[in-house]
């Protein structure tokens, strides 16, 4: 009975004697810790939209058609004809401006100048002086880079004759001032999308008549006159 009642009064002396802890709940700790974290972490800012930049469509580049609009000069040799006789080495240069519609007909004028005076056949001298021509021009290509080509229009010309320092009994002196229907026909080579070379023969008079002054007196009529030029030239389209 006293070593029970011993072990009680050694109890009761460690339990006044000690401070007895509570039990701690560590996973309830845990719990609120790990709230108080989530509140204390602030939401990312939301991101700023950008905007979305479409570059404007790029027209495709506008493909050229052919230039129809020409200009060209010539240099050409010329021969002038009458009944009594010809002369041969006149010379003259000729100034054009054209427009093609398509590749098979276009249209052209024409306006030309004399450069030298050369020797008749039925004595004195003669000279172009001017000359002027509209034309119809059908072409017929070629291939890509060549096309012959026709005229057919209307012409006027001046051609002058002279005595000459010199004459010889009959010589003619006088002036051709006539028009007359018009055709030629011609070789055109392009060089490239603008230049082009060109080969022709045009006549310019067609069987026109004229009368002259006769050296030693009186006049003489001719007829049958005929004006025809050929030669090299360039063209420009624009």
């Given at each position: 009975?006293?070593?029970?009642?011993?072990?009680?009064?050694?109890?009761?002396?460690?339990?006044?004697?000690?401070?007895?802890?509570?039990?701690?709940?560590?996973?309830?700790?845990?719990v609120e810790k790990a709230v108080e974290t989530v509140k204390e972490v602030k939401p990312a800012p939301a991101p700023?939209?950008?905007?979305?930049?479409?570059?404007?469509?790029?027209?495709?580049?506008?493909?050229?058609g052919p230039k129809k609009w020409y200009v060209g000069l010539d240099g050409m040799g010329a021969s002038f004809e009458t009944a009594s006789g010809k002369c041969n080495e006149l010379a003259a240069v000729v100034a054009k401006l054209g427009y093609d519609f398509n590749k098979y007909f276009?249209?052209?004028?024409?306006?030309?100048?004399?450069?030298?005076?050369?020797?008749?056949?039925?004595?004195?001298?003669?000279?172009?002086?001017?000359?002027?021509?509209?034309?119809?021009k059908p072409m017929l290509p070629l291939g890509e880079k060549a096309h012959l080509f026709g005229l057919l229009g209307y012409a006027k010309a001046k051609v002058e004759s002279e005595w000459g320092n010199n004459p010889k009994e009959g010589a003619l002196a006088g002036?051709?001032?006539?028009?007359?229907?018009?055709?030629?026909?011609?070789?055109?080579?392009?060089?490239?999308d603008r230049w082009s070379i060109v080969a022709e023969g045009v006549r310019l008079l067609h069987s026109v008549d004229s009368t002259f002054s006769k050296y030693g007196g009186g006049t003489q009529a001719e007829d049958?006159?005929?004006?025809?030029?050929?030669?090299?030239?360039?063209?420009?389209?624009f």
């Open positions: 009975m006293r070593k029970v009642l011993l072990l009680a009064a050694t109890t009761s002396v460690l339990f006044a004697g000690a401070d007895i802890e509570p039990l701690v709940d560590y996973d309830k700790q845990d700023v939209p950008v905007p979305v930049v479409c570059p404007a469509p790029v027209p495709a580049p506008k493909k050229e276009g249209i052209e004028g024409r306006v030309g100048y004399g450069v030298n005076e050369a020797d008749h056949d039925a004595g004195g001298t003669t000279k172009i002086k001017e000359n002027y021509g509209v034309y119809l002036e051709v001032d006539e028009a007359s229907p018009s055709f030629g026909i011609g070789l055109n080579y392009a060089l490239n049958d006159i005929n004006l025809d030029t050929y030669g090299l030239g360039f063209n420009y389209k």
